[in-house]
């Protein structure tokens, strides 16, 4: 299947599986319920950079952030409420590092899809999602003198977590194909 991701939109949508009259709802659905399934399965390692990603490239920045953001709710909510995360200072205000960490990542992987509007949607994809990964560790590394945590930042945890991040890129840009696939051939058959 070769993906159908056009490599310049005037709009710098770069991902359009539905109608953009129903991307934004589209896109939020996709990732809390990525996230959702990241959240029971990985618990504190949801791959905020991949859902970053997917969001600058369906949305424009303003709707973007507001999607990401409910990912991050979605997260938090599965953390606190079903995981059972402790309540005390420094896990609510790691929590609200990794918010703010995906929104930073939204904002970078948005830069790179525009800087690299032209370009083959593979690289622009790559490049969005290594900007939106660094930024992403940065700001949670930058946390660690406040809130400890740096014995996690070292090369193999590092790395893990960025495959981790591409691997639910390239499963999430699949089922965006997927849907946009299917999704004329079911608006056909109720115009009939």
């Known amino acids: 299947m070769a993906l159908d991701i056009p490599a310049h939109s005037p709009s710098g949508v770069r991902l359009a599986p539905v109608s953009q009259g129903h991307a ?15 959240s029971f399965v990985f618990a504190c390692a949801t791959p905020f950079a991949a859902f970053a990603v997917i969001a600058a490239a369906m949305l424009p920045l303003r709707a973007a952030l507001p999607a990401v953001l409910g990912a991050w709710l979605v997260n938090q909510g599965i953390g606190f409420g079903a995981l059972h995360y402790p309540v005390d200072a420094t896990t609510l205000a790691w929590g609200a590092v990794i918010g703010a960490a995906a929104l930073v ?16 949607a593979s690289l622009a994809f790559a490049a969005a999602l290594l900007a939106a990964y660094a930024a992403y560790e940065l700001v949670l590394l930058a946390a660690t003198p406040a809130l400890g945590g740096a014995a996690s930042f ?12 591409a691997a639910w890129l390239v499963g ?18 109720a115009v009939s």
Not at 24 to 38: E, G, Q, R, S, Y
Not at 107 to 119: C, F, I, N, P, Q
């Open 105 to 120: 990542a939204t904002v970078a992987a948005r830069g790179v899809l525009r800087a690299l509007r032209t370009s083959p």
């Open 24 to 38: 934004a709802a589209f896109c939020f659905a996709l990732l809390t319920t990525a996230c959702a399934l990241a």
């Open 154 to 165: 070292t090369l193999p945890i590092v790395a893990r977590l960025g495959l981790t991040s």
């Open 172 to 189: 999430l840009v699949a089922a965006c194909e997927i849907v946009r696939m299917v999704t004329p051939r079911v608006s056909r058959r």
